[in-house]
């Protein structure tokens, strides 16, 4: 379909890390495939009616840069596949937290990202539109104790204002002004 049609829509979240082994579990073959595109991309009908062997997400969301930190992804030198890099595909699974993907699984594959691009980071956390996932991010890399935290200038980084409830009945992280499940507490 990228190919075919040249749409801005890429292999992203769960899908992108998993596709680079980068993921905290062994995935079961019927794993939904999530796909991120512009807000207004609408697919092609042969792509809707196509009978896939897992089912498709398609998210449409305006809350990182279109083409920001995307890469040509091939596995045995076949077809090419535009995908998240693992800095965009951290925040893209922040991004469905909670309601469509597990909070405490995003923690588990953020605690194994140890090589992530600070400079990357940086700039996607610079230009995204979600409070919700920086400060989310924010909350869970300082968490994990990761090094490339210390290269990030956080005073870039726009929080906005007000308190964020992730989930309700949650633990509060009055630093991050956000509530989430009481699995992820500093304790």
């Given at each position: 379909?990228?190919?075919?049609?040249?749409?801005?829509?890429?292999?992203?979240?769960?899908?992108?890390?998993?596709?680079?082994?980068?993921?905290?579990?062994?995935?079961?073959?019927?794993?939904?495939?999530?796909?991120?595109?512009?807000?207004?991309?609408?697919?092609?009908?042969?792509?809707?009616?196509?009978e896939w062997s897992n089912r498709i997400v398609?998210?449409?969301?305006?809350?990182?840069?279109?083409?920001?930190a995307l890469f040509e992804y091939?596995?045995?030198?076949?077809m090419k596949l535009q995908i998240s890099s693992p800095e965009r595909a951290i925040l893209e699974c922040l991004y469905l937290a909670p309601d469509r993907f597990d909070l405490v699984?995003?923690?588990?594959?953020?605690?194994?990202?140890?090589?992530?691009?600070?400079?990357?980071?940086?700039?996607?956390?610079?230009?995204?539109?979600?409070?919700k996932v920086k400060r989310l991010f924010l909350f869970m890399a300082s968490k994990a104790k990761h090094q490339w935290l210390d290269f990030l200038d956080q005073s870039r980084i726009e929080l906005g204002t007000g308190d964020r409830v992730i989930v309700k009945g949650g633990v509060?992280?009055?630093?991050?002004?956000?509530?989430?499940p009481k699995e992820l507490s500093w304790e």
């Open positions: 379909m990228q190919r075919q049609t040249e749409m801005q829509v890429h292999a992203g979240g769960l899908t992108s890390i998993s596709l680079q082994g980068l993921s905290h579990y062994v995935r079961m073959e019927n794993e939904p495939l999530y796909m991120f595109s512009p807000q207004y991309t609408k697919l092609p009908k042969w792509f809707l009616n196509q398609h998210v449409k969301t305006i809350f990182l840069p279109e083409n920001a091939s596995q045995g030198g076949g699984e995003c923690y588990q594959i953020l605690e194994g990202l140890a090589n992530l691009r600070p400079k990357i980071l940086e700039d996607l956390l610079e230009n995204c539109n979600s409070i509060y992280i009055s630093k991050y002004k956000i509530s989430i």
